[in-house]
């Protein structure tokens, strides 16, 4: 599992507040770099999210926190309390929204025809610019006001953000319009200029940057509105996993329905989950049997049939008949709750290379700003005029905003760590991503993992002359009387044939077998040793077939009665279906996979044989599997590990990439890096393809980001640019992407 030596791992409490105010990957480091500073605080602040997770001491308050934010210039709450079951959606992201999206439209509307005028001289009538500085005003001040204001925040906190670049560049393209039209010789009536998009030489009076204004105003605002939208895309996976579960629910009472809110439930309640219905909470099946269709929680397709003492888990779907369950985990301790607990730490985490950029954006503003009056001051002093200078450093505080670079990390994580949960995968940390890339082994655990950890009876032969469906239907009568493993693996496959008959004088001989009658005759189920002591007749062919099980690693039980063997059950901890495409697939992404146990070489050797294995480790202790991954990483390999049980959560915490079967137990499940909720061995190379599909699009937006800027700053410092097609380009960058990082909601898992 990587490993971070992150104080917050300490930090006795935890908090998360919703931050607003935030416009940019600048405004967000700022705010962490406040909390940060406070002694003993550790923060995390996330833009996509605009949230940020603190960890802080005993002698800190909430209200501190808040304080130091709002001190910073922004807005922090507490989380709200759980709403009601029956209370209704809030609506605030939606009126946010439309606000924004009204802003857009109308900026959109009154900028058309300022920037055709501009651009086409032909329709430049007398007084077309005095038109234009109607249209434009209203643009420029309103629509651009969120910018203007969020600047003027932040300067008054000796800070600058991006929006300190759009609103500096369009104030000031604003401004000199003004000048020149007013005071200098652009509002004499006829006066037209050429629209061109590189630096010509002139006193500047004649000309206005009334379209570039405007222009750049609805350009930035349409950024910010397909930014919106498309972070609450991203956040829409996260969002319904929480809306699956049930909102209320038929709670027994002095053995009476009673319909309650989902939400009151409390551990031991019994509750009655009808055809159709979703199951209210994590339980046990107390009455009844009914097939459970769990793929809105896990992605696995196929409904699984369950019975009294069955676990189910909250948020599925009863497919069948009637259940009576008793709850065993309510709130936020069901399944459910801890996916998308695990979900919300993994979106407001940060990988290294995010931390980077975070740096990046931080310390860019300053330099931009600095950029632009040097760029200024150069063009103005080698002669090209104030309006040749005045456009090229326009054009450098425009195209310069690195919002492209703040989302590039976030809106990947949001959208893929989303896009897994909905299949059933669950990435715990930005970290993990990194991880992925760089494992070449893949350790798997044998019992519970690759096989289902259950005993099951993998073959029948009967003696010449038998019915095997006899032979299984006597066997499983006989064992109905047994509570050892093996004997509920007979029966299990007994009933799924048909009926048992009921058994009399039923015995068990400790250590070798079962005795009883059954339909009047004396059966014995065990080893060939119990056969032998009771002078049983066992032939050749029954011996062999039991000496050729036992010498595959399986367990063989053989049947007699009357005085004479009839067969043998062969019983074996059965391969999962899956497993041998799994491990194909886990080959194709270039793992070397590894079988790992505590039984025997043999019965190892032949499970390794069936999935395709050829490295086995056998006969290892719980305590040694730690250092079996150990020495795998002594050798240079980069180690993933993939358990379920109680003895594989040290190995799966020692191992560079942990990954828990979500069917395990949950000290496994807490040392993993990434959870399989459903449980299916195919789960964990569709994880480790999600997690690096997701760390390519990561690399990809910032190769973007950053490419985008260092290319383009000297362009627009060189005169190259004219600023609002620099806005166009600032504009185009984010909402790239955020489309970018959208891709990963079209990942699928593979089929088996």
Known sequence: MTTTNDPRQTAPHRIELAIGGMTCASCAARVEKKLNRMDGVSATVNYATEKATVDYPDGVTPQELIATVEKTGYTAALPPPPAPADAPAPAEPV?????????????????????????????????????????????VVWGGLPFHRAAWVNLRHGAATMDTLVSLGTLAAFGWSLWALFLGTAGEPGMTHPFSLVVSRTDGSGHVYLEAAAGITALVLAGRWFEARAKRTAGAALRSLLELGARDVAVLRDGMETRIPADRLVVGDRFVVRPGEKIATDGVVADGTSAVDASLLTGESVPVEVGPGDAVVGATVNAGGRLVVTATRVGAETQLAQMARLVEQAQSGKAAVQRLADRISGNFVPVVIALAVGTLGWWWGAGAGPAAAFTAAVAV???????????????????????????????????????????????????????TGRMSVVDVVPAAGQDRAELLRVAGALEAGSEHPIGRAVVAAATQEGPVPEVTGFANVEGLGVTGTVEGRTVLVGRLRLLHERDVDVPSEVSGAATEAAGAGRTAVLVAWDGQARGVLVVADAVKPTSRAAVARLRALGLRPVLLTGDNATVARVVAAEVGIDEVIADVLPAEKVAVVERLQQEGRVVAMVGDGVNDAAALAQADLGLAMGTGTDVAIEAGDLTLVRGDLLAAPDAIRLARRTLRIIKGNLFWAFAYNVAAIPLAAAGLLNPMIAGAAMAFSSVFVVANSLRLRRFTAATG
């Open 95 to 139: 009126d946010e929204l439309r606000t924004l999206r009204t802003r857009f439209w109308v900026s959109v509307v009154l900028s058309v025809p300022v920037v055709v005028l501009a651009m086409v001289p032909a329709l430049q009538f007398t007084y077309w610019q005095w038109l234009s500085l109607t249209l434009a005003a209203p643009v």
């Open 397 to 451: 505080l425009i195209i310069a905003c690195p919002c492209a670079l703040g989302l590039a990390t976030p809106t990947a994580l949001l959208v893929g760590t989303g896009r897994g949960a909905q299949l059933g995968i669950l990435i715990k940390g930005p970290q993990v991503l990194e991880s992925t890339r760089q494992v070449d082994t893949v350790v798997l655990d044998k019992t519970g993992t690759v096989t």
